[in-house]
């Protein structure tokens, strides 16, 4: 975007409404404006940790792939989605306290959930928020909230909070690289695939894995935020997305528009090597 004047106005709209922009004047219509449609999903309650920035990322990206893209925020909690617009959910990080009702919010429209993961769209969930995906969470007072068993995953809340830089590799050779606020560790159940494989950070519960992928069903815990610091790896996704929802993308990322985060990127891993070597 060549300003911030759109983001604002959906950043800033008022809660339990719904807003929605667009990036039309910026892209070339050649697709005849058939728009991949993205849903910020409830961002008065998963909103911590720069995720909003994401959302920005998310456009200027589109922007960059000449993909048109229609944004909608969705802050009603307890009214119906529109299961049959979105073609990609993201839902930034929240308090952990929040993934319960959040979760239960969503499985009270699980027939228009499922009928959405059914026709392989996306659904992407940082920090936090990736307990929604999970089968359950064990709280520290020893109570259990259930998610939607969307990733065959546990999680147990830390009793401390784990703070660093985190850099992963996915199974397609894409570098992530960002910072997590671990407040819970993560168990994936056999078969249960990692979103990539740690080079430098915490894993899930410690290990290796980072986050879960079951198709187009995506956690990680890196935030930073994520889809600004990873731009090539976002364009992976959105090219993927924009390809299901009948959109030919023929544009890709140029080296020019990406060289500040490429540049910075390869700054902060070797920050990152320097402190493996001194551990």
């Not at 769209?121 to 998610?147: C, H, Q, R």
């Amino acid at each position: 975007m060549n300003n911030f004047e759109k983001f604002n106005r959906i950043r800033n709209s008022a809660n339990r409404r719904t807003y929605s922009i667009s990036n039309e004047s910026e892209v070339s219509g050649d697709n005849g404006f058939k728009f991949l449609h993205i849903l910020w999903l409830y961002p008065d309650v998963l909103n911590i940790h720069g995720g909003r920035g994401d959302i920005m990322g998310l456009m200027h990206i589109c922007n960059m792939l000449d993909i048109p893209v229609e944004i909608e925020r969705w802050d009603t909690m307890h009214s119906e989605i529109p299961w049959d617009w979105p073609d990609m959910i993201y839902m930034n990080s929240g308090e952990l306290k929040c993934a319960g009702d959040v979760a239960a919010a969503l499985q009270a429209q699980r027939a228009g959930l499922d009928n959405y993961i059914s026709r392989g769209k996306y659904i992407i969930a940082t920090g936090s928020s990736g307990a929604i995906l999970a089968n359950k969470t064990e709280k520290l007072d020893g109570s259990v909230v259930n998610g939607l068993g969307l990733l065959d995953m546990n999680w147990k809340e830390r009793e401390s909070v784990w703070g660093d830089d985190i850099w992963f590799t996915t199974e397609s050779g894409r570098d992530v690289i960002g910072n997590q606020i671990q407040v819970a560790d993560v168990f994936l159940n056999p078969g249960q695939n990692p979103l990539g494989k740690l080079v430098y950070g915490r894993g899930n519960n410690g290990g290796d894995d980072e986050g879960a992928r079951k198709g187009n069903i995506i956690f990680t815990s890196c935030l930073g935020p994520l889809v600004t610091k990873n731009p090539e790896f976002i364009a992976d996704i959105l090219k993927d997305a924009a390809y299901d929802a009948g959109i030919r993308v023929t544009a890709d990322l140029r080296e020019d528009e990406i060289e500040i985060e490429k540049r910075s990127a390869e700054y902060i891993k070797n920050f990152m090597l320097g402190k493996l070597k001194n551990e």
